[in-house]
């Protein structure tokens, strides 16, 4: 579809993110614009490009004050885009249940902290458009909220950055010919450390799994993981999560001298757009995605799970709950055939010892066992690659725009 938007030509992004970059080249074919000169027949946005709802009071300060007026005329319209991390931006937990028993201050969640910067310059609130890589995370949330009396018009639009950066890649792989010479491949070695990482690479190890596949990990470390928020006292620091797992506390010491463990000195090696991980995907079955699972609501898929789409490969999920769900509403093919994908609603506990059955079964099968599964899956594996390679979420939204 033609695109009858324009940008305002106005470098305004947050000052913590490592990803902005790539969030802002998706927008590279829309044209940039001076705010003094617009075109009556185009609707123009003042995108605004954040990593995440907390560290962007100083964008406001950028934003000259003529453009402020004509947001307040609907001749420019605020554009949000939070695209590379998925963040509570409602809060709705605390209205569930909270430390002080109190019903919470709706001004005081992130949307009203942000959307207040624009509302109190006597912006409308629905003129607003959100960004957010899945849609129906925030569109609970708000339902849980409108039946409560409050009100949300902000406008959401749901982008899969991750799927659409991976989908521009995926015809750049060859997927044929693969001699599977490991079994699986459960790469961790990120600049985060987080407990479901750390505990699937115990559990694998506590299994004597290791050599069976491609692993990597980073070191271990007692870090605290919470929601942050002044609502809840939910802190769980590392050794008291292991210590669900069997037998960690007296292994623990064994299992921090193996760490870390590295495989091939690439850390997050695949943002990088030349980076070619096919050593990994043609010699190893399946992978088992870690993905970033942070502490906030939702579902949350990254380039973690749809690499392996694009390389041709089953895969695993180590991550949010009802993620395997959410790839099936895209229109993506699992694996429920050839494992139980039951895991996929289950704490993590349970959830990466299930995992774990599923990846120590397929290490007690020999090469030629493996290839001949990987056949039986080719159908499955070649229409989630030419799915990927299709999706055009770009242009989705685009259209939203143009209405």
Not at 197 to 220: F, H, P, W
Not at 306 to 311: E, H, L, P, T
Request: glycine residues 4%.
């Amino acid at each position: 579809m033609e695109s009858k938007i324009n940008f305002v030509d106005l470098n305004l992004v947050d000052a913590d993110s490592d990803l902005l970059d790539a969030s802002q080249v998706v927008w590279e074919n829309i044209p940039r614009v001076n705010y003094k000169n617009l075109d009556p027949n185009k609707i123009t946005y003042l995108p605004i490009f954040i990593r995440t709802p907390f560290t962007i009071d100083a964008i406001w300060k950028k934003i000259p004050n003529d453009i402020y007026l004509l947001m307040q005329q609907s001749k420019i319209k605020p554009l949000i885009s939070m695209v590379t991390e998925q963040w509570d931006l409602f809060n709705t937990y605390a209205w569930k249940k909270n430390k002080f028993n109190i019903t919470p201050d709706f001004a005081d969640i992130p949307y009203s902290k942000v959307i207040k910067n624009l509302t109190l310059r006597g912006i409308a609130e629905e003129n607003i458009t959100w960004l957010v890589p899945h849609v129906f995370n925030e569109a609970v949330q708000i339902r849980s909220l409108q039946e409560k009396g409050y009100s949300v018009k902000c406008r959401f639009v749901g982008f899969d950055f991750f799927m659409h950066q991976i989908a521009g890649h995926t015809k750049d792989y060859d997927t044929k010919d693969k001699k599977f010479d490991k079994s699986f491949a459960c790469l961790c070695q990120s600049k985060r450390i987080a407990h479901h990482r750390l505990a699937m690479i115990y559990e694998l190890q506590r299994r004597n799994l290791l050599d069976k596949g491609m692993v990597s990990c980073t070191r271990y470390e007692n870090i605290v993981e919470s929601k942050k928020s002044n609502w809840l006292d939910d802190g769980i620091d590392t050794d008291t999560y292991m210590n669900q797992f069997e037998d960690f506390a007296k292994n623990k010491k064994h299992f921090e001298t193996l760490l870390p463990i590295n495989f091939d000195n690439k850390i997050n090696a695949h943002f990088d757009k030349t980076f070619d991980e096919t050593h990994i995907f043609d010699k190893s079955f399946l992978w088992v995605s870690n993905e970033t699972k942070k502490e906030h609501s939702g579902i949350f898929i990254t380039e973690k799970t749809y690499k392996a789409i694009a390389y041709g490969n089953p895969f695993v999920i180590n991550g949010d709950n009802g993620s395997i769900k959410y790839l099936q509403m895209q229109g993506f093919k699992t694996f429920d055939k050839w494992w139980s994908e039951d895991y996929d609603l289950e704490k993590d506990q349970v959830k990466i010892k299930l995992i774990a059955n599923i990846i120590e079964k397929i290490t007690l099968k020999n090469k030629e066992e493996l290839q001949k599964m990987y056949e039986e899956m080719k159908p499955v594996l070649d229409h989630n690659r030419k799915w990927l390679q299709n999706f055009n979420g770009l242009g989705k939204i685009i259209k939203v725009l143009n209405d």
